[in-house]
């Protein structure tokens, strides 16, 4: 891996936000999203879930961890993406010691518990499901990057979206799970048709669906690096192209995400949409 620079981010150095809104076609918002800083446990650094808390134990962050989720179709949505995210966060709490005291020798093992927190997340939906004697109509999508200087590690599940801007290139981290992405691989639509497709929209995995297989995968990163999570009510709006415009001449996080979030909301916004921005300062 290559490092600009070799110390530590303190936190002083970080700049992180996160926002979200209902759109102007839907009843409800069924985005959640949620930024902690973690060491011996989390502490909420920003979030849409309401009346959190999360313990915070000196000295300062280890790393942080960010997730967003979307309630999927006509079911109880938003219920599902904040019941999901809740089960997730305590996971990842109860094998806090891995990451207050780091090595990485241990990093398969911390990937696979981050991966074992986002289906611990599918069980908790499932089981809820199970007791309202329904087989469906509770499911979300989930994007989770947990970053442990100077790596960041992904789970991903459905179609929201993570990218990184490196050296003015944006690139996409994560893989859509939809009918027309695995109808593209299978070759069976080229990229442009993939894109236009109406499949775009028709998840394969899900947690709490029927299927939902975490997608996982670790990247180095540099402290010139700009971080963007997304649920797919942006991305309907506003193209690759401009979100890597739009991080390449970032000064805060938070004006960044509230600029996106007007753009996707200015052509229509027929979804909700949520934006969580990560960099380190120059």
Known sequence: MTLTHERRPHERDIDVHGAT???HVR???QDHYLIASINKSLREVHTSL???SFEHLTPGPRGYLFCVADGVGSGDGRRASSTALRAIVQHVTDFANLYAHFDPVEEERFLSELR???LHGHQVLRGELELDGMTTGLATTLTMVAVIWPRAYLVHVGDSRCYRLREGRLELLTRDQTLAEALRE?????EPEAGRSPLRHVLVSALGSTEATPLTSVVDCRWDDVMLLCTDGLTKHVNDEEIGSALRTI???GRTCGELIRLALDRGGTDNVTVVVGRLRA
């Open 186 to 190: 299978d070759g069976a639509l080229t």
């Open 251 to 253: 000064t805060d996080a």
């Open 21 to 23: 809104h209902q759109g």
């Open 27 to 29: 009843t409800e918002n």
């Open 116 to 118: 074992a927190g986002v």
């Open 50 to 52: 309401e009346a959190e």
